[in-house]
């Protein structure tokens, strides 16, 4: 059974730097797009980035430049490393993985980032 575990979130000050970790369990790290979407309070959930099998990376415009999506296929791993966080970057952070040309997708249960002085 795939299982997906973020880990990293906390709170942290304007301005400040976290890293947010994904960790996948089972066999379906190595083919599949990995991604992390964001919820903030009363909001609707949202992408955040994106990276291939090949590391291909893509983010959304609110984060670019910012926010770095990275993958270590040997430990199936995926990482956002979030530098001059805002207020607005407060939200839960999740992890999600997909499998191009099926339907299939997996979830992780969330990461909670507050962005607070």
């Known amino acids: 059974q795939v299982q997906l575990v973020e880990s990293g979130g906390g709170l942290v000050q304007p301005g400040g730097s976290l890293r947010l970790s994904c960790t996948v369990s089972?066999?379906?790290?190595?083919?599949?797009?990995m991604g992390w979407y964001r919820q903030a309070p009363g909001k609707e959930r949202e992408w955040v980035a994106t990276?291939?099998?090949?590391?291909?990376?893509d983010y959304a415009d609110s984060v670019k430049g910012r926010f770095t999506i990275s993958r270590d296929n040997a430990k199936s791993v995926v990482s956002l490393e979030m530098n001059s966080l805002k207020s607005e970057d407060t939200a839960v952070y999740y992890c999600?993985?997909?499998?191009?040309?099926?339907?299939?997708?997996?979830w992780g249960q969330g990461t909670l980032v507050t962005v607070s002085s």
């Open positions: 999600k993985g997909t499998l191009p040309g099926t339907r299939y997708e997996a």
């Open positions: 089972g066999s379906i790290f190595s083919g599949a797009v």
């Open positions: 990276i291939t099998r090949g590391g291909s990376t």
